[in-house]
């Protein structure tokens, strides 16, 4: 069984810029969460979804952020326009009860 | 709020040491506990859990026991091996809201294992 991927694994953009980041969970898992770890800090949530509703988004930073899940299938976290203080490692979980969470690899995103 | 501390790293260790990585929670009610680890280059994994109290999750030779009374999921192995060196992230979910809840981790302790 394939496993939670993310993509890209990195990233670097400039300031200003948008980036959207990918993650696929595993296959049947209607729970998809997005994490990120800043600066070598506690990993911190940012939302959750089931299926393609949003369930908790009280961890997203502010508006510059947007989560979709289209068709309760993968998910995109796009940052738009980025900032220097959105660098981190964000990563994607899925799960299909909700209690014990897969990761995937991350993704590091680099904003200069 | 929910929350996770751990001990700060980073922790290094020669080869068959024992490990201790501390870690005490603040919550309501009754959270399960997890530990995952991040290798060099890879993504988190999870190690081991414990869903109620006295509960000793166990995997790798690692072990974690669940104590409610001092709100503890301390981090042990009795010798570590080279390839133990990672990151350890200590981790609650609140178990009874009938939904399913987001994690709270601690900051990670990173462990450096030496020959």
Redesign the interface.
Known sequence: EAGVTQFPSHSVIEKGQTVTLRCDPISGHDNLYWYRRVMGKEIKFLLHFVKESKQDESGMPNNRFLAERTGGTYSTLKVQPAELEDSGVYFCASSPTGHTQYFGPGTRLTVL | GDS?TQMEGPVTLSEEAFLTINCTYTATGYP?L?W?VQYPG?????LL?ATKADDKGSNKGFEATYRKETTSFHLEKGSVQVSDSAVY?C?L?Q?NTG??????????TRLQVTL
């Open positions: 996770v399960s997890f995952y890879e993504g988190l994994q999870l859990k992230f981790a979910i178990a939904t399913a809840s987001k994690l709270t981790f601690g900051t990670g």
